[in-house]
């Protein structure tokens, strides 16, 4: 969904993407290494799963809970399976993202929605999704509650320290070409965040960043390390980093953030850093997500497209093809994020250029695998494809 080759040479997306991995696979170990060997994410998504469903119980909703991740086990397939096999009919998808994107809610979603299609039993499945939650009361009065509570370990909480918000970023193409709508409602988030906090009569200044960019394209700005860099230089000397866009601990906020973003910050002449933790299983967002999953429940199974214009607190709601109807004009064809060919040091130069160095790569790639030889194969690595 991130790196997409131009469509003479989308057979080679796959390949592209086992090499991507390759070359990456030391820096990510490293990265694990560095937290304990592992990420937490399946542990505190299991936990915070449970205790969901304990909260919907408690409402008088009894329910069954079930965990499907995009990228490692149990998969979302996995999930389905078992929610065949339970017998279940009746559905509500509540990805843990609290803002949408396409590059990840949309991508779960579209996932989902090819295999509704390709399943006799969950074509007739009843359901509805719940795209984003970033604006509900609850969600937003633990993420104030969290942050308050950092915030009164510093000396002088309420006066110098800066609040530091830093979002997952996403390619600009999205926002801009594509209609994502993850920019606005991240900006909406942290006004509404804001605003809860001026209510408690805590009016720190605050900026909001874009963390995670990888890839030759040109991504939502700014970026993290970059107004970090800034924030130093206008001596900002107290930072609080509010990982908004994550509810878990894992890798990009016990790495990038706890390690890579705080030693940048104090060599950059930041003397006091705090950092804000993922909401994990923390009361009032786990009794918020049951309050949103049971205000979902009575559009289970409508399937008119009225239901995205009912403007409720959860809404857009509806079927899963409905939702990315309204989010995803395109599908799974994003329009390429330039239509000019130029060279250079412009946006539409970087991006043409980082394309023919894909190619390239490309190209060392099955010059490697028809030949066996070359420095990937001199390296040890190629042969693992063996």
Known sequence: DIIRLPRPFRFLQKPLAQFISVVRSPKSKEGYASIGGGSPLRRITDAQAEALRTSLCEKNVPAKVYVGMRY??????????QIKVDGITKLVVLPLYPQFSISTSGSSLRLLESIFREDE???????????????REGYIKAMGDLIEKELLKFDLPNEVVMIFFSAHGVPLAYVEEAGDPYKAEMEECVDLIMEELENRKLNNRYTLAYQSRVGPVEWLKPYTDEVIVDLGRKGIKSLLAVP???????IETLEEIDVEYKELALKSGILNWGRVPALGC???FISDLADAVIESLPYV?????????????????????????AYDSQR?????PVVVWEWGWTKSAETWNGRAAMLAVLVLLLLEVTTGEGFLHQWGILPLFR
């Open 301 to 325: 199974g409508a399937m008119a497209v009225s239901n995205l214009e009912a403007r409720q607190s959860l809404v857009p709601l509806g079927s899963v093809e409905e939702l990315l109807a």
């Open 72 to 81: 490692w086990h149990p998969f979302t397939e996995e999930a389905i399976e």
């Open 282 to 284: 923390e009361p009032t």
């Open 332 to 336: 799974r064809e994003l329009p390429p």
């Open 121 to 135: 039993y969950l074509v007739n499945m009843q359901h509805t999704v719940i795209p984003s939650w970033y604006q």
């Open 244 to 250: 908004i866009s994550f509810v878990s601990e894992h």
